[in-house]
């Protein structure tokens, strides 16, 4: 039975570094053997790395890890040790005489939760390299989930805690797709299967929420700017199928749908979006690409809200499962 997790598509592996004391930190998605990588960012403010190798009409399209971190463009600087540790492992594409990981990556803003700092660096990178295994994946207030916000519309005395999650599909006849997401929205957070709200910002009580939409299109509506909010959407998604480029760059865009599915509003100015399609190409044969592609927007969309699901409370924003709330 496959995993329900993106370790369960064959060839992939995660590893999370964890630093709840300051509310931050990072995680690594490998695909040692390499894999065909493509990107969609669809936010307005983004932060990445090595993002244009990725697109259809460059030259390299190998990928052999991605990175997601906490610490604003602070933590793109954790990518270096996912490099570090991939020429150590003799992994990378071989280039001029020498071995050169290729390894993108994106961050979000989780500065000031509990303390700016403090943000992931190389050795943080590396660390979450030597916890990376094709085992059960760790959810919630953990990895580059670790000190994500959501519902952060009304400002973050009514926010809601994020977090990482994941999750995957088997296809049938090998096929397998997944997702893994952290999820530090302005926007909240819905739930697809069940059609509930699962977070938004809280009212006055500390436990009710507002639907985030509702109340952004609602009469009169003035956004709380007395304290800074920034946010971002960043994940990956995987298969198994042996795919193009191009496809890959495709099914990167589709999984920014499996964003706007779960995250209410999304792709807004304040936020950052981004997602990195990853193909190992273990599975022969022909690829169906609209099944991989809806496959991938369903796994965003139930990562996020299991990321989500799973957090704890930190730095004085709780999780939906600390609130009396019912659609928790």
């Not at 403090?118 to 590396?126: E, K, T």
């Not at 599975?283 to 969309?301: M, Y």
């Amino acid at each position: 039975m496959t995993r329900d997790s993106i370790t369960g598509v064959s060839g992939v592996s995660v590893g999370h570094y964890t630093d709840d004391k300051s509310a931050t930190g990072c995680t690594v998605v490998f695909c040692r053997g390499g894999a065909v990588g493509g990107v969609d960012v669809r936010g307005s403010a983004p932060g990445t790395r090595e993002t244009d190798l990725l697109r259809p009409t460059t030259l390299v399209s190998e990928v052999h890890a991605v990175l997601l971190s906490g610490g604003s463009a602070f933590g793109l600087d954790a990518a270096g040790g996912v490099v570090r540790f991939l020429e150590e492992q003799g992994v990378g594409l071989e280039f001029g005489g020498s071995r050169i990981p290729i390894v993108p990556a994106a961050i979000l803003f989780d500065l000031g939760l509990v303390t700016d700092k403090v943000r992931p660096g190389p050795d943080q990178g590396f660390t979450a390299c030597m916890n990376a295994s094709d085992g059960p994946v760790g959810e919630g207030s953990v990895g580059a989930g670790t000190g994500a916000t959501v519902a952060k519309l009304l400002g973050m005395k009514h926010a809601v805690k994020g977090g990482i999650g994941t999750a995957s599909l088997d296809l049938g006849k090998g096929l397998v797709v997944g997702a893994i997401v952290a999820v530090n929205a302005l926007g909240g957070v819905y739930d697809i299967d069940s059609r509930t709200l699962v977070a938004g910002p809280r009212l006055e009580d500390g436990t009710a929420m507002e639907d985030s939409v509702a109340l952004m299109t609602s009469e009169g509506f003035a956004p709380d700017r007395s304290t800074p909010v920034s946010n971002t959407t960043i994940g990956v998604v995987a298969t198994n199928a042996r795919l193009s480029k191009e496809h890959a760059n495709k099914i990167a865009s589709v999984a920014q749908d499996g964003i706007a599915l779960a995250v209410r509003p999304a792709h807004t100015m304040r936020d950052g979006d981004t997602m990195f399609a990853l193909a190992t190409g273990i599975l022969d044969g022909p690829a169906d690409i609209d099944r991989i592609c809806a496959a991938s927007a369903l796994c965003v969309a139930r990562a996020i809200v299991r990321g989500v699901r799973q957090a704890y409370g930190l730095g004085g924003v709780p999780a939906v499962k600390e609130l009396a709330h019912g659609a928790v």
